[in-house]
Structures are given as C-alpha cells and as structure tokens.
C-alpha cells in the first residue's frame, strides 16, 4: 500500500499518527488534549489559554495550574524518550501521543496511580514517573474542577476541532 503525501507529512511522524476523534473522549480527556494543544501552539493562542484559565479558576488556583502544566509540558517535551507530539488546535483527530496522555490523565482523576505509572513508562524515563504521576494528579483535580465550572463550549472547546485529515 503506498501512502499519499498527505498522510506522509511532519504532523503525522512518531506519536502524532491519527488514532481517533476528540468527540469520541470523555470531558476529561479531550479538555486535556485541547489546553494541551493550545499551551504548544501558537502565542495568542497560549495567551488565550492563560486568560481564560487564570479566569475560569481564579488567580492563586489558575496559577498553581498553569504551573502543573508547564512543568508536565516540560518533562514531556524535553525530558521523555522522544518528542512527543501534539496535533494542531483545530484538528479533530487526536494523535497516539496525545490519546496516551489523555488516557494518564482520565486514570490519574480516578486514582489509579500504578496504572497511571505504568502507561507514563511507555514515554518517560524511569526517574521522572513518580513526579510526572503527582503533577498528572494535581492536574486532574484542578481539571474536574474547571470542568464543573465550565460549559462545553467555552474558550478553546468552542469551534477549534474543524480540521478531519
């Protein structure tokens, strides 16, 4: 079988390959996969990101937060096995990398943490499990929370997964 350009391009190396749809997650997951994608994209879009957050869960809450998140992005971008990959703001696909992190962060909610530390081995060197498992934890909580307080359709959950490949 040979593959179209199309489906050859940088987007759809290592952990970015389409492996379902973000409508087919819970809330939990595809939230994560949405500030995710926002916090590794473009800079008005991470701006976008900061406000709504710092607004949706005040400033002390929304900054402990945002600092959860960075410090994940950080052990996930520079520190795992390899690059790990997130898919455009406005796809509606959702890339290998991203399903397994959705899936760690969904266990994580429900304390299931040797679970949660056995897929982070999939990606993570062994030395960094244990402190990437606690920000996954804190990282969840605060998201249930964001999710209590939120629509469906606010900010970033509203209009950006209109790409299908």
Same mark, same amino acid.
């Given at each position: 079988?040979?593959? #179209?350009?199309?489906?050859?391009?940088?987007?759809?190396r290592?952990?970015?390959?389409?492996?379902?749809?973000?409508?087919?997650?819970?809330?939990?997951?595809?939230?994560?996969? #949405?500030?995710? %994608?926002?916090f590794?994209s473009?800079?008005?879009? %991470?701006?976008?990101?900061?406000?709504?957050?710092?607004?949706?869960?005040?400033?002390?809450?929304?900054?402990?937060?945002?600092?959860?998140?960075?410090?994940?992005?950080?052990?996930?971008?520079?520190?795992?096995?390899?690059?790990?990959?997130? %898919?455009?703001?406005?796809?509606?696909?959702?890339?290998?990398?991203?399903?397994?992190?959705?899936?760690?962060?969904?266990?994580?909610?429900?304390?299931?943490?040797?679970?949660?530390?056995?897929m #982070?081995?999939?990606?993570?060197?062994?030395?960094?499990?244990?402190?990437?498992?606690?920000?996954?934890?804190q990282?969840?909580?605060?998201?249930?929370?964001?999710?209590?307080? #939120?629509?469906?359709?606010?900010?970033?959950?509203?209009?950006?997964?209109?790409?299908?490949?």
């Open positions: 079988m040979t593959k #179209s350009k199309e489906n050859n391009n940088d987007h759809a290592f952990g970015a390959t389409p492996v379902g749809l973000l409508v087919e997650l819970e809330d939990i997951e595809e939230r994560s996969i #949405s500030i995710f %994608r926002a590794n473009h800079e008005h879009d %991470r701006f976008d990101l900061i406000s709504y957050l710092l607004i949706s869960l005040g400033s002390t809450r929304g900054k402990e937060f945002i600092t959860c998140l960075k410090e994940i992005n950080e052990i996930l971008q520079e520190h795992g096995r390899r690059r790990f990959e997130f %898919r455009r703001v406005n796809c509606r696909c959702i890339g290998s990398d991203e399903a397994l992190l959705a899936e760690i962060i969904r266990t994580s909610s429900l304390d299931q943490i040797d679970d949660v530390i056995t #982070s081995s999939l990606f993570l060197k062994p030395n960094l499990i244990i402190s990437f498992t606690k920000l996954t934890e990282f969840s909580l605060d998201l249930k929370n964001l999710i209590k307080r #939120s629509t469906k359709n606010d900010y970033i959950f509203e209009n950006v997964n209109s790409k299908l490949h």
